[in-house]
């Protein structure tokens, strides 16, 4: 069921299943992307136009309220198909192998991936925002939404 | 058992138990900070010389090789303590109400949070790093790591 490995890949050995808390979807990213063509990362998704949107759960529409159009902020997904007992990898674009938590890859002990997009559009009564682009397939779990800042999100000074 | 609601604040009536994919606590963060003292975001933390760890479980040590010091890392951690069925909030520092996901409490529907930090010593045997500063509990469990890479991280220009 997993995808196999390539060369060097390590797995960890005999992982429990993960027992920590669950997650509530609370919505889904719609996209133009498959299995077939979805790009890499968000900066190949940008630059060949991959626009998307946010479409939440109703439950949680009211919670978009105080976000705006051209704000950026940080999505939270979850990336299903990926491998969570992978320690070293080596993905395609990479000489070698390297550490899971040296990469971007969606294959991680929690599938979770992270971008930072800007709104493009948003309607708080539908629970839907677009957003100016998305490295997912159509339909990928979302699970949070935060405004995107400063402080938090960039690298610190030296 | 949940913190007291404040004046405006609306919860999701209602919601079921989540029931998406559990998650697997991969560590703990050391930091100087409890209950009574946390700093409310990292800026704060920051400033108040807020220096931390993080302990990986051994089993995922190896997959930290690939880090350098001095490189900025996103964490994401669990703030078990959280609200998650808080639509609208009123904190603290903040006129009125607003939508949870406007705003970067810990209480919202995945109670996951995330920061930029730089990584300022590395034993990827011991699968600790030390991080330059960090706004939570000591013992907070740890979900991932991820380098900070500007074409997912920055937000997109306009």
Chains 1, 2 share one sequence.
């Not at 960890?12 to 992307?33: F, H, M, N, T, Y």
């Not at 900066?43 to 704000?71: C, H, I, N, S």
């Not at 320690?87 to 992270?114: D, E, V």
Request: proline content about 9%; hydrophobic content about 40%; some cysteine.
């Amino acid at each position: 069921m997993d995808a196999p490995l390539r060369p060097g890949e390590v797995v960890a050995d005999g992982l429990a299943e993960p027992d920590g808390p669950r997650l509530r979807i609370i919505g889904r990213i719609r996209s133009r992307w498959g299995a077939g063509d979805c790009p890499r990362n968000i900066g190949t998704a940008r630059a060949q136009g991959g626009v998307g949107k946010v479409e939440l759960d109703p439950t949680f529409a009211p919670a978009l309220d105080g976000l705006a159009v051209g704000q950026p902020v940080v999505l939270l997904y979850w990336l299903g198909g990926a491998r969570r007992d992978l320690l070293r990898q080596s993905p395609r674009h990479i000489q070698g192998t390297r550490g899971t938590f040296a990469i971007r890859s969606p294959n991680r002990p929690n599938s979770i991936g992270l971008a930072t997009v800007r709104i493009t559009s948003l309607d708080v009564a539908a629970g839907t925002m677009g957003i100016d682009a998305i490295d997912c397939y159509d339909g990928t779990p979302l699970i949070d939404i935060k405004p995107w800042v400063e402080r938090a999100d960039l690298p610190p000074a030296r």
